[in-house]
């Protein structure tokens, strides 16, 4: 099956802790997303990426970091430095180009709490 | 920067009545507008692209409109039905540059479609 794998679908981090979201795609799609998810809103971008090794500072990456090794692997590390993590995470891709490449496909995300 | 809303952020119906979800943005320089469906807990699924260049697009029961000029898109449901119960979402997608791809999302609407 074609799609988006996000992992966990549970997380709980510690005060102090770097916690690590996982998002793989298998579309061959060049671009990825994450996104933050409080309960009443919308999505807050946090980073993107267009091609391996090159990655963009969202509205909202303070706290955030990620990598882009590879082309199908995007993971997100929410670090200590982010002092209220709990939200829901959603990891997307795209194809970028082409008459559908604004058309981004969504991960089933990760909700994480703090203990 | 682009700001999103939608209203009315909650909305409960009657089966079978037919329904309008608005969508307004500040910045009329958009690429495109998305409308994206969630259900609880899940991620996103793309409903309806519409292309900067045209008015509307339809599939099955769901019409989605643009006017750029007046920043504003409709959703329109027609004869609803239960399992059309979700958060629906409305995004846009700024044109140029390293932005190519970002989508901007608003709050999201709330429907309950009740038997």
């Known amino acids: 099956d074609g799609g988006i794998t996000q992992s966990p679908k549970y997380l709980f981090r510690k005060e102090g802790q770097n916690v690590t979201l996982s998002c793989e795609q298998n579309?061959?799609?060049?671009?990825m997303y994450w996104y933050r998810q409080d309960p009443g809103q919308g999505l807050r971008l946090i980073y993107y990426?267009?091609?391996?090794?090159?990655?963009q500072k969202g509205d909202i990456a303070e706290g955030y970091s990620v990598s882009r090794e590879k082309k199908e692997s995007f993971p997100l590390t929410v670090t200590s430095a982010q002092k209220n993590p709990t939200a829901f995470y959603l990891c997307?891709?795209?194809?970028?180009?082409?008459?559908?490449?604004?058309?981004?496909?969504f991960g089933a995300g990760t909700r994480l709490s703090v203990l | 920067k682009q700001e999103v809303t939608q209203i009315p952020a909650a909305l409960s119906v009657p089966e079978g009545e037919n329904l309008v979800l608005n969508c307004s943005f500040t910045d009329s320089a958009i690429y495109n507008l998305q409308w994206f469906r969630q259900d609880p807990g899940k991620g996103l699924t793309s409903l309806l692209l519409i292309q900067s260049s045209q008015r509307e697009q339809t599939s099955g029961r769901l019409n989605a409109s643009l006017d750029k000029s007046s920043g504003r898109s409709t959703l329109y449901i027609a004869a609803s039905q239960p399992g059309d119960s979700a958060t629906y979402l409305c995004a846009v997608s700024n044109a140029g540059g390293t932005s190519y791809g970002k989508l901007t999302f608003g709050q999201g609407t709330i429907l309950t479609v009740h038997p």
């Open positions: 579309l061959n799609h060049d671009a």
């Open positions: 997307a891709s795209s194809k970028l180009m082409g008459p559908d490449g604004n058309i981004q496909y």
């Open positions: 990426s267009q091609i391996v090794n090159d990655f």
